[in-house]
């Protein structure tokens, strides 16, 4: 097997403003895997939260180009991969999700069999409403991105929080309730709240009909959230307090929900582990995403039939998406049709000839 990469920007349609940062662009890395005349893709992408930049993402991976020349077989390296033995210890856990997403597409691809039927979903082609996010902006254009988004079929709002002012986010909420009336609402203030004001905010939120937060508490302090959870009118859902395995150990059955997100925990398999865990507790999964193209968002897309709140709509804040295949834009994404990960590069941003492992082609900076 042949690894090579491409870096390149991803820009935002609009700014897009949380709790802790202001996000207008970022940076991806392109995993390309090659064998036999099939290849596979993967995408990590910055993240300055994470720690994790453009130039490490490319370190990683060069590094890791020799291990994998070595299989004679891409199916042999990804049950390596999934048996824990491939990646080293440490391996940025967005760079482990890129690696594992262009197995599975490689794997998908010589087989003509898509992702999720690797996966042992024997549903035809998953699909899911997923939410779309409003971040954190006036309470004018807060109700316009709502009447936009519901006029286009999405029945899944989820609004950011964390305003210096939490009355600013309670009336934000309440503007998109009154214009979308029949949406449900997801919170997210990416821990901004003492528990102390989470407590109180709670029960009003619940009242404007928000059916869940997430991570409204900074992390750190799972145990904090878990006992607000007990307490709580409406279901939390743990983000930064559940980064991978072990954290989703710690909380299942004291949260209503965990996020997993592929570059958090480090990929699909990951990810199943971490539902497998949860199976049972009382602990419901939602799958979410960092801000990526259809291809960094697609591994996610072949599991969505595990997850009970679906927050796929990274690929949808872009100016312009590289890739294709996964939709979206009508509220609904979907498994391509193709095998693998049934993504396509657009015409404009073709792969064609990836840069090599030492020489990655930089078209941006770190975001």
Known sequence: MRLTLRTTRLELREPLRISRSVMSARDAVWVRVEHRGHHGFGEVVSSAHLG????????????????????????????V?????????????????????????????????????????????????????????DVEHAAAQARTLTAQGFAVLKIKAGAPDPEEDLNRVAAVRDT?????????????????????????????????????TPPGDPDSLARLAERSPLPLIADEDATGYEDALRLAGRVHGVNIKLAKCGGVHQALRICEALAGSGTDVMLGCLTASSLGIAPAVHLVGRARWVDLDGHLLLARDPWQGIGGADGTVRAGPRPGLGVTPTAAAAPVTPAEPNTPRAEGTSA
């Open 52 to 79: 994790l930049s453009a130039d490490r993402a490319v370190r990683c991976l060069r590094e890791l180009a020799p291990k994998l020349e070595q299989f004679d077989e891409p199916e042999t390296a990804l049950s």
């Open 81 to 137: 991969l999934a048996a824990g033995r491939l990646l080293p210890p440490g391996i940025p856990a967005g760079v482990a999700a890129a690696v594992d997403s262009a197995l599975l597409d490689l794997v998908g691809t010589s087989a003509g069999a898509p992702v999720h039927a690797l996966l042992g979903d024997i549903a035809p082609r998953p699909s899911a409403a997923t939410a779309r996010t409003i971040g954190i902006t």
């Open 180 to 216: 979308a009336p029949g949406a449900r609402l997801l919170l997210d203030p990416n821990g901004a709240w003492p528990p102390a004001l989470t407590g109180e905010l709670l029960p009003r939120l619940a009242a404007l009909g928000v059916e869940a937060v997430e991570q409204p």
